[in-house]
Every structure is written in C-alpha cells, then in structure tokens.
C-alpha cells in the first residue's frame, strides 16, 4: 500500500481540512492564515460551483498532509460567458514537499479533468511565494501549463482617517437597494464583459452573505454607472495574525496606545482574526476612473466607522481603475494570477485578447 493517497474529501475530513488551513502561514513581517471556520465546505460555496476537494493522507498516520480543491465558474472571456475551472486550496504540510507528492496530486487532477474538462483554469500564487512559483508555474513534467497574466493587485486599505467626499458633476453616490437589481444586472451586462475573466453574476442569486444592499453604486439619472460590494466573509472564512517580527511585535503595543487617541485602528493579537472585508465585484461603465474613484470614496466613508480595519480591493496591475488605490494609506500586497490548461487546450489560451483582467480575490 502506498504511503500517500489522494481521496476526495468528505464531510467526516472537515476538522482535518479545517486544520490544514490553519496550520499552513503566510510568512512575512505579519504571519497570517487563511481559514475556513466553522465548515471548510460551506466556505467553498464562496469561490464557485460543484467543488471536488481532495486530500493526501498518510496512510500510516492517518493525517491528512494536504489537500486541493477543482472548483467551476460562469467567466465572461473574450466577451463571451463561457464555464471556466478554478483552482484553489492548495496546502502541503512542510513535511510532505520536495518529493512527488506533488505530482502525484496533479495526476489526480488530470483524471478530474478528463471527465469533465474545460479549456480553461484560473488560479493566484501570493507574491512572495517563491516556493509554489518555484514547483508548480515552472511548467515541471506532468504538471499542466501555467501562463502568466500578470499581478492582481490586493492592498488592505486602512479605514481609519477622514477623508473628504470627492464631487464628480451629476453623479450621485448611495447604497444599492433591493429595487436597483435590475439596473445592477444591466451594469454588469454593459461592463463585465470588458473585463477578463470578470464572474457572470445573478443578483437574484448571490453567493452567501452578499446581499445587494451590500453594493455601493454611482448614478446619473436613472442609469448606474459603477458600483462595488463591501462583502464581509467572516462567517465562512478568516484570516488570523500568526506572529509578528520582532520590531513589530515591539512596536504593537505602543501602536495601539495610539491607536485610542487616533482613528488608526489597534493592530490584533496573535491568535486573532483582522476585521476586514473585501471590495469586491468591482464595475465601471467606460473605465470612468473619476467616476470610480468617487465611488471608491463613497464607500471608504461609509465603512470606515465599522468594525472593519481594512478593505481589500481587487484590481490588476494594468488596470486603470488601479489609479484610485494610491489615494489611500494602505498594505500592500499582490498575487500572480495564472491560465493554466493542458496541452490540447492551448488554442483556448492562445485565442485571450488582451483585455484587462478581472480575478476577484474575494472569489478565489
């Protein structure tokens, strides 16, 4: 028997699944995890359709050592909605890498995808993380191709100081309500498809705890011209300060002590999960960046007094709308965002135009 296998997950794997979330950091001078409490499936529902999770476990131990989740997604590509594959949730105990472990999950995807195959897969690699760019986008034997579309730009803008409204002549800014559905849908129908990769969304059918009045819209006269959701994720997934550097576990006290007199938010223990939310199915009839940038400002205002410390937009480097996270004191951070397909699919890859990509972070 080997000393590895690679089932599908089921719900007796939850805590496990759960576990390996938790345990696998992001290092840097702040160490986070990513999690998935209190159910890894429910959070799955997040990140899009007919998830097929699989595990490595140890056969001797019985530890799940890592895992990997297939998931599917309505994508506009080329202006067109087509079924786009995502890959997501890859986690492998330190332990476990440097062999064929993993290759050995990638043939397990191969079979996943021969049964029910799509042109295209989307995934994001953490900038910094040299390790996954190192084995798995380096085109290794027997891995799928990994073409690289560039950065998406993720910061974690501060919501704290006061910050003026900004005026753009015959724009009204305001929270969405139930009876804007509609023009919702014609916003994303005129201005989705512009963007690559952008999700093809239902607003009769958003995914779980995204509710319209979530959204924040900029009109003039009775036609939206952008919008943006504040989506707060935290009842199906986390993120959770680890550790700190040295500096500044030493500077956090007295950041905090600030931190009572001025808006800034206090930095958390280690151990806690950061308030935060994303910014998330960003829209903008014609690249308008006054318009978006307005709007941008709307929802910082209306957010800051929240329980939220930061807002996490979504936007790619080429973006033009991009210009408007330099208006705010932020952390930033980026991920690469890769096409990958196998060899037969290369046509699909090499049809991309060079529209602008949209990968919502929030969604992956």
Not at 59 to 68: E, H, L, P
Not at 135 to 158: E, F, K, V
Not at 257 to 286: T, V
Not at 319 to 327: G, Q, V
Request: hydrophobic letters at 45%; glycine letters at 6%.
């Amino acid at each position: 028997m080997p000393r590895h296998t690679f089932p599908p997950a089921t719900p007796q794997d939850d805590a496990a699944l759960r576990a390996r979330m938790a345990a696998d950091w992001m290092r840097g001078p702040l160490s986070v995890s990513f999690r998935r409490e209190p159910n890894y499936f429910a959070g799955s529902a997040l990140q899009g359709e007919a998830p097929q999770v699989h595990v490595c476990r140890d056969t001797a131990s019985g530890a799940v050592v890592g895992m990997a989740a297939r998931l599917m997604a309505r994508c506009w590509v080329n202006g067109d909605a087509q079924r786009v594959g995502l890959l997501s949730d890859l986690r492998l105990a330190p332990e476990a890498r440097g062999g064929t472990l993993l290759a050995r999950g990638f043939k397990v995807l191969r079979q996943l995808h021969a049964a029910d195959p799509v042109p295209l897969y989307l995934t994001a690699i953490v900038e910094g993380n040299q390790a996954a760019l190192r084995s798995i986008a380096t085109g290794r034997a027997g891995l799928p191709t990994y073409r690289d579309l560039g950065r998406m730009l993720t910061p974690a803008i501060h919501l704290d100081f006061e910050r003026p409204a900004l005026a753009v002549p015959g724009v009204a800014f305001r929270r969405a309500t139930a009876q804007d559905a509609g023009a919702l849908a014609e916003l994303h129908r005129a201005a989705a498809p512009h963007r690559q990769f952008s999700r093809v969304i239902d607003v009769d059918a958003l995914p779980p705890g995204l509710r319209i009045t979530d959204f924040f819209v900029a009109e003039r006269g009775s036609q939206l011209l952008a919008a943006i959701a504040a989506w707060d994720q935290h009842a199906l997934r986390q993120t959770h300060i680890e550790a700190y550097t040295p500096w500044l576990a030493a500077l956090r006290p007295l950041y905090n002590l600030a931190a009572q007199a001025l808006p800034i938010k206090p930095l958390p223990a280690p151990g806690e999960r950061i308030p935060y939310l994303y910014l998330s199915h960003a829209l903008a009839r014609g690249d308008d960046l006054a318009v978006w940038r307005g709007l941008l400002r709307h929802a910082y205002r209306a957010l800051r007094t929240g329980p939220w410390h930061y807002a996490i937009c979504s936007l790619h480097e080429r973006d033009p709308l991009a210009a408007a996270l330099r208006d705010y004191r932020r952390i930033g951070a980026a991920g690469r965002i890769f096409a990958v397909h196998y060899p037969e699919d290369a046509p699909a890859a090499d049809a991309l135009d060079a529209r602008v990509p949209y990968v919502d972070m929030a969604r992956l």
